[in-house]
């Protein structure tokens, strides 16, 4: 399972954490400002601190300030390579996911799963080209792939562009 989101919802995060090894995830930072301190603080810091000790992978994408790493799906990836993909505009905090007005599409579809797959791999390997520098995210690479759309047809009357 591959998962690029904001995560602060406990109940979501605990199960993501009993999917052990088979979870592959790339976590922005979650810039906030505490109201009373006014000290600013990542929202994601507890999820990344407890998914480093069971996830497969990991890969830590902080993002400069006044940017946001606003990915926010998940492919699963069976036996045989990607099955489907959940995407949409919900945050997976708990208001995101039961107070606000957002949506969920699920797409059971090799193709479609197997281009966000690759879009995953792209935001991996850009984090990892950075070197921990918040600048050099969003890259030349991941910017050129990025402008490149492809076309899909699922279910042979439905086509959509991802």
């Known amino acids: 399972m591959r998962l690029c989101t904001t995560l602060v919802d406990g109940e979501l995060l605990k199960k993501l954490e009993g999917l052990g090894s088979k979870l592959q995830i790339v976590l922005s930072n979650a810039m906030q400002v505490d109201a009373k301190t006014k000290k600013k603080f990542d929202e994601n810091d507890p999820a990344r601190k407890q998914l480093k000790k069971t996830a497969g992978v990991k890969w830590d994408r902080m993002m400069p300030d006044n940017h946001i790493g606003h990915n926010k799906f998940l492919v699963y990836v069976g036996k045989n ?5 959940l995407f949409g505009s919900t945050n997976w905090t708990s208001t995101g996911l039961c107070a606000q007005t957002n949506n969920i599409v699920i797409i059971d579809d090799a193709k479609l799963a197997k ?8 935001l991996a390997t850009d984090t990892k080209s950075a070197n921990g520098v918040a600048k050099s995210l969003q ?6 792939w990025d402008t490149v759309g492809k076309g899909f047809s699922v279910d042979g009357s439905t ?3 991802s």
Do not use: F, I
């Open 139 to 144: 890259g030349p690479v991941l910017r050129k």
């Open 115 to 122: 281009r966000h797959l690759d879009y995953w791999t792209e």
């Open 159 to 161: 086509s959509l562009e």
């Open 81 to 85: 390579g990607p099955e489907a993909v």
